[in-house]
């Protein structure tokens, strides 16, 4: 196809179809960096590189879709989180956005833990040598061969998310002749996302223990009677994509009244309180979202304050950011395969991949954005919608987006900000092959999870 202008496009804004779009941006070769991995730029042939190596060359040597990784990001942000917080605080890495044996190793370097919510998470943490002490396991219903396992490890606490399993963990400890760290998750009845939070009625979840009608203050009468358990803490968490603080303002309120109410009853005061993650990233240029040193400024203020008030010993606070660290660090870079103007509409451009690779559009109808990464282009920008190869109409990567309108078949496309809850919730949706996860770092192309092949999938098939 020659890379003349499509016959739908381009599209001037005032006559533009409904969609969660703004207005196309001035120049749709600027990459902006909010939204992009720190060292991603464009060399002197106007293609994109990362890492000081380019697209062309890395879709080259590891094909597409592929995940391409800033490595030298990723720790920039690891030692943001990390010493922002400080010596008096932990960060816990949310392991759930994206796991590997290397990103393990680079958070061990930088001084950061681990949280972990299932056995597979637990065993890629040991494997690469995270200290068993700086794990937390999570998760609404671990199972009794995963709990043995992460005592037997040696975690430095499993948080406790129902009634049921503050007696198992309690039985199994004891079985092993071992006293475990636990905290209790807890539900505030706040719900966070993006600028909005709702401050009542979110009991209605299945995760943690609802401090509404007494059961948090009851779990934790439970687990201080366990000879098992020892009660280090109350954790809460209360959403995701949060930009606005005043959501944790409200959630640390309510967990120091309850370390009170602790204190009033039992006697104790304890010693910890776990924050969660949910912190908020740009995944296309409106979005604003904070610096690590804000976050961290803020939290320990409204904590601090809380506890005054309270008069109970400031706790020691630990915060579990995962999107925030690795979200902004990734990008999927596709090959263009069809393009097909629907005229009066917009643009469908379909790449290698899709649902299988990014299904967050698909499930939680996420924004992205999306830039021609093999060339620039002088052509107008014209209304696209980014979809994928499966056999599903809800399979959109980008809903909406401008590329330019001489996009053709065989260009390379980069959709930034896909570090998190990507890879980590890739499938295998029509038997697609999930892509490999590439590291890239001065000048060097390292592949850290290996693309899919079609043994591994016959392996699988036992027949
Ligand atoms: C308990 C807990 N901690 C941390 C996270 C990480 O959230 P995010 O990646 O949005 O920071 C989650 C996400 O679901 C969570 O459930």
Not at 284 to 307: G, M, N
Not at 422 to 443: E, F, I, K, Q, T
Request: aromatic share 6%.
């Amino acid at each position: 196809m020659s890379r003349s202008a499509h016959p739908a496009g381009p599209r001037h804004a005032d006559v533009l179809p409904e969609g969660h779009y703004s207005a196309p941006p001035a120049d749709l070769n600027t990459l902006d960096p909010k939204v992009w991995a720190q060292t991603v730029a464009r060399d002197a042939d106007g293609v994109v590189t990362v890492g000081g190596i380019d697209v062309k060359t890395l879709a080259e040597q590891h094909g597409t879709p592929s995940y391409i990784l800033d490595e030298a990001d990723f720790r920039a942000r690891a030692r943001a989180w990390r010493g922002a917080f400080g010596a008096d605080a932990d960060v816990f890495y949310a392991g759930k956005a994206f796991l590997s044996r290397a990103v393990v190793r680079w958070l061990h370097e930088e001084g950061l833990n681990l949280d972990v919510c299932s056995g597979g998470e637990l065993a890629t943490a040991l494997s690469a040598g995270m200290p068993a002490d700086r794990i937390a396991f999570h998760g609404n219903n671990k199972s009794v061969e995963e709990i043995r396992r992460a005592i037997e490890a040696g975690v430095g606490r499993i948080v406790l998310d129902s009634f049921q399993e503050i007696v198992r963990v309690a039985h199994i400890a004891q079985e092993l002749g071992k006293r475990q760290r636990v905290q209790i998750r807890i539900t505030v009845g706040v719900e966070a996302h993006t600028h909005e939070f709702i401050a009542t009625a979110h009991e209605d979840q299945k995760f943690g223990i609802p401090l509404a009608g007494g059961q948090a203050a009851e779990a934790v009468r439970r687990a201080l009677r366990l000879d098992g358990l020892e009660l280090i803490g109350i954790h809460s968490h209360i959403g995701s994509q949060i930009f606005d603080m005043s959501g944790f303002e409200v959630a640390a309120h309510r967990v120091v009244g309850l370390l009170k109410d602790i204190r009033d009853e039992h006697g104790v005061e304890l010693p910890e309180i776990d924050l969660g993650g949910g912190l908020g990233i740009a995944y296309t240029s409106d979005d604003d979202p904070r610096e690590p040193h804000e976050i961290a400024k803020a939290l320990t203020e409204i904590v601090t304050r809380e506890c005054e008030a309270a008069r109970l010993r400031t706790p020691r606070i630990s915060v579990e950011p995962g999107r925030a660290i690795v979200g902004p660090t990734a990008f999927t870079l596709y090959e263009v395969g069809t393009i097909k103007p629907l005229d009066g509409l917009r643009t469908y451009v379909s790449v290698d991949g899709g649902m299988s690779d990014n299904i967050r559009t698909a499930l939680y109808d996420a924004e992205y954005s999306v830039a021609l990464v093999s060339r620039t282009s002088d052509a107008e920008p014209m209304l696209a919608r980014v979809v994928g190869k499966h056999c599903e109409s809800g399979d959109i990567v980008v809903k909406d987006a401008f590329l330019p309108a001489d996009l053709a078949p065989g260009d390379l496309i980069a959709v930034p900000a896909t570090g998190a809850y990507c890879r980590s919730m890739a499938s295998n949706y029509n038997h697609v092959l999930r892509p490999p996860v590439v590291a890239v770092n001065d000048g060097e192309a390292r592949v850290i999870v290996r693309r899919e092949t079609e043994e591994d999938l016959l392996r699988l098939d036992v027949g």
